[in-house]
């Protein structure tokens, strides 16, 4: 996972595959809305890994967003400028975001979202998990291991951005359930472990002995609030924590016990999304090539690429499998 890190920071702004263009027959970019962080690292390098860029069929820049809705903006202008087949699309914005599908759209170039959501009617399809679900199941084991009583508090995503919203939307699901349950504090740390730390130190300063359960609504978020939690002497295991993603650091942590993780599969909503602006570019004459059509089934059936929406399941990372998902990570 090191040397994955390292080879996308190296890559700075943009990341390109290259192709010759004797091979090249499609020209694909892929826009995060950035790249700093483990899960969109991943995310990333499974576009890279999608059979029709490894054969050279398919010529793929991924840019960096810098979780900045105008740099995507300028980004969508610089791909239509250079006439790109297909635009694969995971808006740090649900609004702001429209504007560079709207530009795409005018240019006649599909634009298949990933990941996260934007309120458009003009993506040709979307391939992502449902986010209202894993805010849900994140804060029902939180409150379930605390016995639907006591204090908790909430680090949320990026404000504005679809997946802050959904998760935020199925915490609250899973908080009215609990009516004895208080959230002492509720606020963005922008999917930042950092962030996210900082936060944490200020509440544990502010409620002395006070908090039972930290919601994350990822697991950067839930691996900051640990370190807070143990650099001020606590017992980290004395809290129930959650966080989603299943990222590398949050797997380990789950291991030892520490936190609950939901595994987001990064693998399958990138390739699945490059999958589609094959398909999409190619105006239907495509059979898809990743293999997690296969791996997920009658769970998420192709369709003949008909469909406007591919949702990817949810993996509650547990003792039984957390050891299989570390290994993937080699």
Known sequence: ????????????????????????????????????AEFMQIWSAALQQHPAVKNGDVELTVFDGRYDALVQNDQFKS?????????????????????????????????????TRVNSDLLSAYVGSDDTVSGYMEAKIVLDKIGCKGNVVIIEGPI??????????????????????????????NWSRAEAQKLMENWLTAHPGQIQGVIGQNDEMALGAIEAIKAAGNDVKSFAIAGIDGITDGLRAAKAGEMTSILQDAT???????????????????????????????????????????????????????????????
Request: hydrophobic letters at 45%; a negative charge.
């Open 1 to 36: 996972m090191k040397k994955l890190a390292l080879a996308l920071v190296a890559a700075t702004a943009l990341l390109a595959v290259p192709a010759t263009a004797q091979t090249a027959k499609l020209k694909i970019g892929a826009a995060p809305y950035g790249l700093n």
């Open 79 to 115: 791909m239509v400028t250079q006439k790109f087949d297909a635009i694969i699309f995971v808006p740090i914005d649900i609004d702001a975001g429209a504007t560079g599908v709207q530009t795409a759209h005018d240019a006649g170039i599909p634009v298949i979202g990933s990941n």
């Open 160 to 189: 504005g951005q679809s997946a802050q919203i959904q998760r935020l939307e199925g915490n609250k699901k899973a908080l009215a359930e609990c009516p004895d349950v208080k959230v002492l504090e509720d606020q963005t740390a």
């Open 268 to 330: 399958a909503q990138a390739q699945g999304a490059m999958d589609l602006a094959i398909f999409y570019a190619k105006k239907g004459d495509y059979k898809p090539e990743s293999d997690i059509w296969a791996k997920y089934g009658k769970d998420m059936p192709w369709n003949d690429g008909k469909d406007k929406e591919y949702n990817v399941p949810w993996t509650p990372v547990t003792a039984e499998n957390v050891d299989a998902l570390l290994a993937t990570r080699q």
